[in-house]
C-alpha cells in the first residue's frame, strides 16, 4: 500500500495536528498487559506478506517488506506514539542553524546486530550506496535533498563520484549534512527507514545482505522462508527506547486477507492489520474488546498512468469529471461498511499542513457536471478505462463499485485489472506496465502534507509511478521547501495542492482506517498514526 513507514513532529503545531488522531481508537488502553502472566520468550504472529524487494531500507517501498525493515533497523530519530514528537534514538542531537547544514552527532554504544559498532561512517557510507545509480535503489530519490547528489545519480550519463560531497563523517559519532538548499522539515524525514545505517559486511554482499539482513533495531533477522514466513527475534543488546517486550515477531505470509481473519478468530496469528471487507460487519462481534477501529494518516486514490497512450495527452477535464462521477459517499457507506471517510483533498488526514476540501467541487458526486466535464475535454479514449489493483488486498468489492458508479454516471466502461497479489501490481507499476489506471494506498512516510505531494507527485520521485509531471506544481514545491520555517512550508505546500486541481495527477477517494483486531493469545496491541501495531510493545502470553 505504501512508499514507506513513518516519522514525527518536533514543532507544537504538528503534535496538535497529531494528537487529534494518533492511536485514538479501539479498546487498547484496556490492554495494560497485567492480566495473566507474560511468556517474555513468545513471538508473535503478525499478518504479511512476501517483500517485494530484497530487505535493504533504500529498496523498500511497499507496506510488507516495510515492517520488516522497521523491525530490524533503527535510524536517527523515531516518534512517540500519541503524540508525535520526535525522539532521539541513534542520534544524541540533530541541530541546525539554517536548515541547510545539519550536525548529527550520535550516542554512544550502539552496535549492529554483528556486534560491530554503529559509527558515523555507517550512515555516510549507507547513504552514498543507496543514493548511487548504479545500486538501483528504489527509494534513491530520497537523497536529492543532499549536495552532489546530482553527481552519484545523474539524470543522463554516467556517475561523477560514488560519494554525496555533502556528507561529511568528523569523527566516530559526529558527521554533517549539506542539502542543496534549505528544508525546514529535513529532520522529520530522517524517520524514515531509507535513512537507516548499514555494517561494514554488507557493501561486499549487498545481494546477501538482502536476504539475511543484519540491523541495528529492536529485533534480529533469523530467517526468511519465501512466501511464507520471515522470523525475527528480540535483540538483547539493543539500545533504543524501543526495546522489545516479546520474544520476536513471525510476519507471517498471507495471500488472502480472508485467511488471515479466520487464522486470526480461531487464534491462529495474532494480530491482522487490516479486516477484509467481507467480514466488516461481523469483526467487532467476533472480537470483542479485542476489534480496533480507529483514524490514521492514509489516503486511497486511483491514479491515470500518463506515459501509456490513453493518458499520455488527456485533457485534464476527463480527469476530473471521472472523479465527479464517483460516489464515494455511498460506497464508503454501503460497501466499505463506513470504515473510510471520503476524501476532500490529497493530503491525508492527521498531519501538518492538511486542508479540507483542496479537491474542491472535483471530488464531489456530480454526475451531470462529470459527464459534461469529459465531453468539454474530448472524452475518454475508446470509452473505457481500467483500475489494476492486487487481488491480495481485498481491494475488489470496492473497485467494482467505483466502475459501477463510472458506469452509470457518465456511460464510461470501467473495470477492474485484477493482479494475483502485491508483488505483481508493484512490479506492473515498477515496470511502466499500467494498461490505464491503478489503485494507489500512502501512508505517510512523515506526518507532513510535504509527504503526500512532493514525494507523490514531484517529477522524477520514487513515489511517482504514473510519470506524472507539471512544472507549476515543481516550482511550487520548490518555493514550499526553502521556507525558513516549517510552518510558513506547509503553507506553501498549500498552494501546491491547490495546483494539482489543475492538473489531477490522482483520483482522491477516501482516507483509511484501522479496522483490525488482535487474538486471544496477546495484550498490550495498539496502532500508530502509521495503521501498524507497535511490534516491539505487544505482550505474549503465558499459555
Keep these: 500500500m505504501r512508499g514507506a513507514s513513518s516519522a514525527k513532529w518536533v514543532a507544537m503545531a504538528a503534535v496538535v495536528a497529531l494528537a487529534a488522531t494518533a492511536c485514538g481508537g479501539g479498546n487498547s488502553d484496556s490492554d495494560s498487559g497485567n492480566d495473566g502472566p507474560v511468556d517474555k520468550s513468545g513471538k508473535v504472529v503478525f499478518d504479511n506478506g512476501e517483500p517485494q524487494k530484497p530487505l535493504q531500507p533504500a529498496n523498500t517501498m511497499e507496506s510488507y517488506g516495510s515492517a520488516v525493515i522497521r523491525s530490524l533497523f533503527q535510524g536517527l530519530v523515531d516518534y512517540e506514539p500519541g503524540t508525535g514528537k520526535i525522539v532521539k534514538e541513534n542520534a544524541e542531537s540533530v541541530t541546525t542553524k539554517d536548515s541547510k547544514l545539519w550536525t ?8 549492529f546486530h ?3 559498532a554503529v559509527t558515523s561512517k555507517s550512515y555516510v557510507d549507507a547513504w552514498n550506496w543507496a543514493a ?3 545500486n538501483n535503489q528504489q527509494n534513491s530519490s530520497w537523497f536529492a535533498d543532499i549536495k552532489g547528489y546530482e553527481d552519484v545519480h545523474p539524470e543522463k550519463g554516467d556517475a561523477k563520484t560514488d560519494k554525496m560531497s555533502g556528507l561529511k563523517v568528523v569523527d566516530d559519532t559526529t558527521f554533517t549534512i549539506e542539502l542543496v538548499s534549505p528544508v525546514p522539515y529535513f529532520e522529520y524525514k530522517l524517520g524514515y527507514e531509507v535513512f537507516s545505517p548499514l555494517p561494514s559486511g554488507f557493501f561486499q554482499d549487498p545481494k546477501g545482505y538482502g536476504q539475511k539482513p543484519v540491523g541495528n533495531g529492536p529485533y534480529k533477522f533469523v530467517k526468511w ?5 520471515i522470523e525475527v527475534e528480540t535483540y538483547p543488546e539493543y539500545q533504543g527506547s524501543n526495546k522489545a517486550k516479546n520474544g520476536g515477531v513471525i510476519f507471517k505470509n498471507y495471500s488472502q486477507p480472508e485467511a488471515a481473519y479466520k487464522d486470526l478468530v480461531s487464534d491462529n496469528v495474532d494480530v491482522i492489520r487490516q479486516v477484509p471487507p467481507n467480514d466488516l460487519p461481523n469483526y467487532k462481534s467476533d472480537l470483542g474488546d479485542r476489534a480496533i477501529d480507529q483514524d490514521y494518516s492514509a489516503i486511497q486514490t486511483i491514479n491515470p498512468a500518463f506515459y501509456n497512450t490513453q493518458f499520455k495527452d488527456i485533457d485534464v477535464k476527463v480527469i476530473q469529471g471521472l472523479s465527479m462521477a464517483i460516489d464515494r459517499e455511498t460506497i464508503t457507506k454501503t460497501v466499505l461498511q463506513g470504515t473510510r471517510v471520503p476524501a476532500t483533498g490529497w493530503v491525508a488526514k492527521g498531519v501538518l499542513g492538511y486542508q479540507a476540501d483542496a479537491c474542491g467541487e472535483f471530488c464531489k458526486f456530480d454526475p451531470a457536471k462529470a459527464k459534461d466535464l469529459i465531453k468539454q475535454g474530448g472524452g475518454v479514449p475508446k470509452n473505457a478505462i481500467k483500475i489494476q489493483y492486487n487481488a491480495d488486498g481485498g481491494h475488489k468489492e470496492w473497485v467494482d463499485a467505483v466502475c459501477g458508479s463510472i458506469r452509470k454516471s457518465v456511460g464510461v466502461e470501467c473495470v477492474g485489472d485484477s ?14 506496465q499500467v494498461k490505464s489506471m491503478y489503485r494507489s494506498g500512502w501512508v505517510l512516510d512523515y506526518p507532513f502534507n510535504g509527504n503526500f505531494l512532493r514525494d507523490l507527485y514531484g517529477t522524477g520521485v520514487a513515489g511517482n509511478k504514473g510519470a506524472f509531471s507539471d512544472k507549476k506544481f515543481d516550482d511550487l514545491v520548490k518555493k514550499a521547501d526553502n521556507a525558513k520555517t516549517l510552518e510558513e512550508s506547509a503553507k506553501e505546500y498549500n498552494l501546491a495542492e491547490q495546483q494539482l486541481k489543475n492538473t489531477f495527477p490522482a483520483i482522491p477517494l477516501w482516507y483509511y482506517k484501522v479496522n483490525a483486531g488482535y487474538s486471544k493469545n496477546v495484550s498490550n496491541v495498539k496502532f500508530n498514526q502509521k495503521g501498524d501495531p507497535i ?3 505487544i505482550t505474549v502470553k503465558q499459555k
Design 104 to 111: 548529527i552527532k550520535l550516542k554512544k554504544g550502539w552496535k
Design 225 to 229: 522462508d519465501h512466501n511464507k514466513q
Design 132 to 134: 548511487a545509480t548504479k
Design 114 to 116: 554483528n556486534g560491530e
Design 419 to 432: 493482479k494475483a497479489d502485491f508483488q505483481a501490481d508493484l512490479e506492473a507499476r515498477d515496470n511502466k
Design 535 to 537: 511490534l516491539t510493545d
